[in-house]
T-cell receptor
Framework: DAGVIQSPRHEVTEMGQEVTLRCKPI?????LFWYRQTMMRGLELLIY????????DSGMPEDRFSAKMPNASFSTLKIQPSEPRDSAVYFC??????????????FGEGSRLTVL | AQTVTQSQPEMSVQEAETVTLSCTYD???????LFWYKQPPSRQMILVIR??????QNATENRFSVNFQKAAKSFSLKISDSQLGDTAMYFC???????????FGQGTTLQVKP
């Protein structure tokens, strides 16, 4: 089975540019999560979706960040305009939430973003 | 606030020896899961072991086991017969409020030395 697929794996851009990160969750999973990892702040939850609906976006840093999940097999995280402090590894994870769920999250390989 | 704390930023162990990574958490819930994830240099987060809070028996997965102390809200990971491939960052994680999301500790970087 294919795992969570993220693209791009690496992105280098200049300050002010728009960045779009993409994620394909595991088929059949109904929850999707976006995390950000930095040395200073560790792993932070940015936003998560249940059944394509955003449930909690309290971790989104500011209005420059937005996330969408137009269908069960695709999500995007967009940063516009990007700033150097957005440099981090962004992880997408998915899970199946339900009565028999153990709560395990399955992670993609992450997208390393560098904003110059 | 529900938190997860890993107080050991870095640890090292000789190959074939045993090492224990500590984790404490804070919650008022009674039924929940706890997780340890491994992040090797390749960066991908991999589940190591899971513990169900209503089970008194500590979870074990091959060389990995936990010491779960519910009253003390402690959830440590023991790695026996350490191998070079165990070198990674290890994160303790907890799902607050059965929402499905996980909050992670700060991580412990483990170096296994030959």
């Amino acid at each position: 089975d294919a795992g969570v697929i993220q693209s791009p794996r690496h992105e280098v851009t200049e300050m002010g540019q728009e960045v779009t990160l993409r994620c394909k969750p595991i088929s059949g999973h109904n929850s999707l999560f976006w995390y950000r990892q930095t040395m200073m702040r560790g792993l932070e939850l940015l936003i998560y979706f249940n059944n394509n609906v955003p449930i909690d976006d309290s971790g989104m840093p500011e209005d420059r960040f937005s996330a969408k999940m137009p269908n069960a097999s695709f999500s995007t995280l967009k940063i516009q305009p990007s700033e150097p402090r957005d440099s981090a590894v962004y992880f997408c994870a998915s899970s199946h939430q339900g009565a028999l769920s153990h709560g395990e999250l399955f992670f993609g390989e992450g997208s390393r973003l560098t904003v110059l | 606030a529900q938190t997860v704390t890993q107080s050991q930023p870095e640890m090292s162990v000789q190959e074939a020896e045993t090492v224990t990574l500590s984790c404490t958490y804070d919650t008022s819930e009674n039924n929940y899961y706890l997780f340890w994830y491994k992040q090797p240099p390749s960066r991908q987060m991999i589940l190591v072991i899971r513990q169900e809070a209503y089970k008194q028996q500590n979870a074990t997965e091959n060389r990995f086991s936990v010491n779960f102390q519910k009253a003390a809200k402690s959830f440590s990971l023991k790695i026996s017969d350490s191998q070079l491939g165990d070198t990674a960052m290890y994160f303790c994680a907890f799902p607050p409020g059965n929402t499905g999301k996980l909050i992670f500790g700060q991580g412990t970087t483990l170096q296994v030395k030959p």
